[in-house]
């Protein structure tokens, strides 16, 4: 097959709709010898116009498409339009079949479409036996036309018949050193064509790799336009992250700033906080004394239950004798006066009690401090609950109108505890323990949110504040911050 970069244009339409008549093949020989080059000579008729890419290739006969041709040579272009009818190609021995099948000549345009095609041919020595077949109306018109040539070059060959045979005695002489000549050709053939066939493939090979290599090529075309987007917009990114950079500069700087202000203001808190420390310890050493006060005030309270456990045994010995009436009145202003000064005292108690929780409020162990001072108020609570039973018991068994609530002790605070008229305080009220707000005892769950109110719970750590010391709260989560 003649070697070319590029493979002809074929078509894959059935042979039934081709047009054959367009061009018309002339001498075309019944045989071909094998071995030899073969010229194709061809007309063209006024119904075609020549292209570059049309082509002459030998089709083996019973071929349906043009992509079942054996080789092709590439139709030339004419010189001149006078010369545009009568045209050759010339197709090398190496290229052509080495059966004897029977092989015809057609002409394939640009488009993959056969405009004609010649009547069969072989490639081997010519014989009597041999038959032509004729596969169209038209290739038999043109076989009428070669008889009648042929006839004529019959006569010819007769004449040169004679001298041939005077020729062939001494040729015969020749015949037998070449076909000693033509077996050592023919072993060289045989190397030739398994060479040339390597060969062949090779350039198929090629053929196809240029065919990729182009494709590739388009390939690299189309992602080459990309990249050159890609870069494009790559740098109108770039352009921008410029802008941004030099704002986050500015901002870098503005930043830098502030840190120094904030680094200023850290050492300003760091002094607060070592005199918050400070304060903290001397709170701490207060507590302590506080501490020794509410155990000796416990001490007060026991000796004065104590007391009232007398007082009450002996009420109970004046109730039986009429004529001490006065004298155990008497006897009992005077413990009411000792049980009055006693509640001033203890209320003084409680208020130092109050401030202490104020003060213990601010430093780490307020929590703590606040359980003992609930502990103690229950405790005088349960106390002062137990002094009003005993008063009650003690009304209980005095006679009717023996205690009556006098002038005098409308003067008192918590008036005579020994008086039946005597308003007593609501059992049912309870007092928050930093603002003295009353709630029902029913409403428990409204007097435990109002009292936690009161503390903020540092998120670090297990500390309680006062709600009133906002600034000590806020001082102690700093500090955990710079931790």
Not at 51 to 60: A, L, N, Q, S, T
Not at 120 to 147: C, K, R, W, Y
Not at 330 to 359: G, S
């Amino acid at each position: 097959m003649e070697g070319t970069s590029d493979d002809p244009p074929t078509s894959t339409v059935l042979l039934d709709s081709y047009h054959f008549s367009q061009v018309i093949f002339t001498n075309v020989e019944k045989f071909y010898i094998p071995g030899a080059d073969v010229t194709c000579h061809y007309n063209l008729s006024e119904h075609i116009a020549p292209r570059r890419k049309d082509w002459v290739g030998i089709f083996k006969v019973g071929w349906k498409t043009t992509r079942e041709y054996y080789t092709f040579m590439w139709a030339p272009l004419p010189s001149s339009p006078d010369n545009a009818e009568h045209q050759q190609v010339l197709f090398k021995a190496y290229y052509l079949p080495k059966d004897d099948e029977y092989y015809q000549f057609c002409y394939v345009d640009q488009d993959g479409i056969v405009r004609g095609a010649s009547v069969p041919f072989q490639f081997h020595v010519a014989s009597e036996d041999d038959m032509l077949v004729v596969t169209t109306q038209g290739e038999v018109e043109e076989i009428e036309q070669q008889n009648k040539s042929l006839l004529q070059e019959n006569q010819k060959l007769k004449e040169t018949l004679t001298n041939l045979q005077q020729q062939n005695e001494d040729l015969q002489e020749q015949i037998v050193k070449a076909q000693e000549t033509a077996k050592e050709l023919e072993e060289k053939v045989h190397l030739l064509q398994s060479g040339t066939m390597e060969l062949q493939r090779a350039q198929d090979l090629q053929a196809l790799e240029v065919s990729s290599a182009q494709k590739e090529l388009v390939v690299v075309k189309e992602k080459n336009a990309e990249l050159q987007e890609e870069n494009q917009d790559l740098k109108r990114r770039l352009e921008a992250l410029r802008r941004d950079n030099e704002t986050l500069y500015s901002e870098a700087k503005q930043a830098q700033g502030e840190i120094t202000c904030l680094e200023v203001q850290n050492s300003d808190k760091e002094a607060e906080l070592h005199q918050i420390k400070e304060e903290n310890k001397k709170l701490l050493t207060d507590k302590e004394k506080l501490e020794n006060k509410l155990k000796a005030t416990l001490g007060c309270v026991d000796q004065l239950q104590s007391q009232v456990q007398k007082e009450q045994q002996e009420t109970e010995k004046f109730q039986n004798a009429d004529c001490d009436k006065a004298r155990l009145l008497d006897q009992l202003k005077e413990e009411n006066k000792q049980l009055h000064a006693t509640l001033l005292k203890k209320e003084q108690d409680e208020k130092k009690l109050r401030e202490l929780f104020e003060a213990v409020k601010k430093n780490s162990d307020r929590v703590e401090m606040m359980t003992q001072v609930r502990k103690i108020q229950q405790t005088l609570k349960e106390e002062n609950e137990a002094l009003m039973a005993h008063r009650r018991e003690f009304l209980e068994d005095a006679p009717a109108g023996a205690l009556t609530r006098s002038s005098e002790n409308a003067a008192l605070v918590f008036g005579n505890p020994y008086s039946d008229t005597l308003e007593r305080p609501d059992p049912d009220l309870k007092k928050c323990p930093m603002c003295s707000k009353a709630f029902f005892s029913h409403l428990e769950e409204q007097f435990a949110a109002h009292v936690r109110s009161h503390i903020l719970d540092c998120p670090y750590c297990e500390e309680t504040f006062d709600a009133s010391n906002k600034q000590v709260y806020d001082d102690h989560v700093y500090c955990h911050g710079l931790d």
